[in-house]
């Protein structure tokens, strides 16, 4: 075992790290899963996670291992993982404006709490991190600037996406304007849109 | 119903430890008052209270949580040694209120809101 973790600091230290973990943040009802699943299937064939209107339907961190991309020439080997919504407040009455029965909103919104607590624990694991944002709203909330901070302050590569920018309301300007220093692509994970500019950005965090 | 608002001056903020000092910040938010910092959270102050929150949203009560905003960032490193020296503040203002009675956040990098009330 000694070795193992000798040889993998030694495969990091020169580049040549065999996967890498990337992460897709964000706040609740991005859009998150939805990218997820548009790059399963663009690069496996097949979606990763569960995709639904009512606020997190992500309650646990999705993984999919060794997803395979070929970007400009260069191979490239992610584990994708899906995080539930960051947020501060979850309020089981949300859910039940769905059709929801109560028992069941409670037990949404009791997972919903322990997800965000386990999105936040991986904030320090994963190699690099997509922060994805909904073009349609303002970008500078707390959430987003906590995520975007805690990330920094490890160095771990962030790509910012803003995503939704097939619906007419999204300015994906603004959250250019909100967050200079980082990399922001605009993209609609739903249509697929712009997604090989994606892909090449990711390409180019990789190490 | 008032709004109670409770400022926290960054004298009384640096004695306490920081699990003691989210553990003031949540207890005084679950009792409906609105919490002004005089000396901001750190990005890992931030980050814990976002995970507290959501295990006191847990245990259920009708808790359901916090709205958040914070004015100026964090500054690190040896710039901040050497503000702090100077008698500076290295961490911006930050308010936390209860989420049932916060009713908008307003925010721009040099100007925040808060608008509270049922």
Same mark, same amino acid.
């Given at each position: 075992m000694p %070795?193992?973790?000798f040889f993998s600091w030694l495969n990091g230290l020169f580049g040549r790290r065999e996967t890498f973990s990337l992460g897709i943040y964000g706040n609740v009802n991005t859009g998150k899963s939805t990218l997820a699943n548009r790059i399963s299937v663009d690069w496996t064939g097949e979606p990763m996670s569960e995709v639904s209107e009512i606020p997190h339907e992500t309650r646990e961190v999705k993984k999919k291992? =060794?997803?395979i991309l070929h970007v400009n020439g260069k191979k490239i080997t992610i584990n994708l993982l899906d995080m539930p919504g960051i947020t501060t407040k979850v309020d089981y009455r949300e859910f039940l404006q769905y059709g929801m029965k109560a028992d069941k909103a409670q037990q949404r919104a009791k997972e919903a709490t322990k997800g965000v607590i386990e999105a936040i624990k991986w904030l320090e694991h994963v190699d690099a991190a997509m922060v994805v944002m909904d073009a349609c709203d303002d970008p500078y #909330?707390?959430?987003?600037? #906590?995520i975007l901070g805690n990330l920094e302050a490890r160095k771990i590569p962030v790509i910012i996406v803003a995503n939704k920018i097939d619906k007419k309301s999204a300015k994906p300007e603004r959250i250019k304007e909100a967050f200079p220093q980082h990399s922001v692509v605009n993209i609609s994970a739903l249509k697929g849109e712009n997604m090989t500019q994606l892909y090449e950005e990711i390409a180019r965090h990789a190490r | 119903m008032g709004v109670e608002i409770e400022f926290l001056s960054s004298k009384s903020l640096d004695k306490l430890a920081p699990e =003691?000092?989210? $553990?003031?910040?949540i207890e005084a938010v679950k009792h409906n008052k609105i919490i002004v910092l005089e000396e901001g959270l750190t990005r890992e102050e931030e980050r814990e209270l976002f995970s507290r929150v959501m295990h006191e949203i847990g245990k259920g009560g009708g808790f359901t949580g916090i709205e958040i905003v914070g004015l100026g960032g964090e500054v690190d490193g040896v710039r901040a040694g050497l503000i702090k020296m100077?008698? &500076?503040?290295t961490k911006g203002l930050t308010v936390v209120g209860p989420e049932k009675l916060v009713r908008e956040i307003k925010r721009n990098?040099?100007?925040? &809101? %808060? $608008?509270a009330g049922k």
């Open positions: %070795f193992k973790r291992e =060794r997803v #909330t707390q959430v987003n600037i #906590t | =003691r000092k989210l $553990a003031v910040i100077l008698g &500076g503040k990098p040099e100007k925040i &809101g %808060f $608008a």
